[in-house]
């Protein structure tokens, strides 16, 4: 029904920075909140940050200072600024969204993106 849509992963130097974005489409009537999470290779998915339309944002103590949450709620779409990357962070990066959604009536929905990999190597 809700489908996300991450971009922007890949290939970063240590230090280096990207940004991600996630895309949403469908019927979403509100949003209650955007995450993000990452998961690297034999480890569990970690909650990364999130945000809530008031722009409210939490982050995980490891990225405090060097990510950034943002979002165009207009636009249903979602950002994540990562600066000073380093080696241990390379990990598949998810987009979380829990929102109001159309389907026949209003209903509560939970939509995990497919992921964008980001690799932080020398």
């Known amino acids: 029904q809700v489908q996300l849509v991450e971009s922007g992963g890949g290939l970063v130097q240590p230090g280096g920075s990207l940004r991600l974005s996630c895309a949403a489409s469908g019927s979403i009537f509100s949003i209650d909140a955007w995450a993000w999470y990452r998961q690297a290779p034999g480890k569990e998915r970690e909650l990364v940050a999130d945000?809530?339309?008031?722009?409210?944002?939490k982050y995980a103590d490891s990225v405090k200072g060097r990510f950034t949450i943002s979002g165009d709620y207009a636009k249903n779409t979602l950002y994540l600024q990562m600066n000073s990357l380093k080696p241990e962070e390379t990990a598949v990066y998810y987009c979380n969204l829990r929102a109001r959604v159309y389907f026949g009536g209003l209903m509560s929905y939970n939509a995990w993106g497919q992921g964008t990999q980001v690799t932080v190597s020398s």
């Open positions: 945000m809530q339309p008031s722009a409210s944002t």
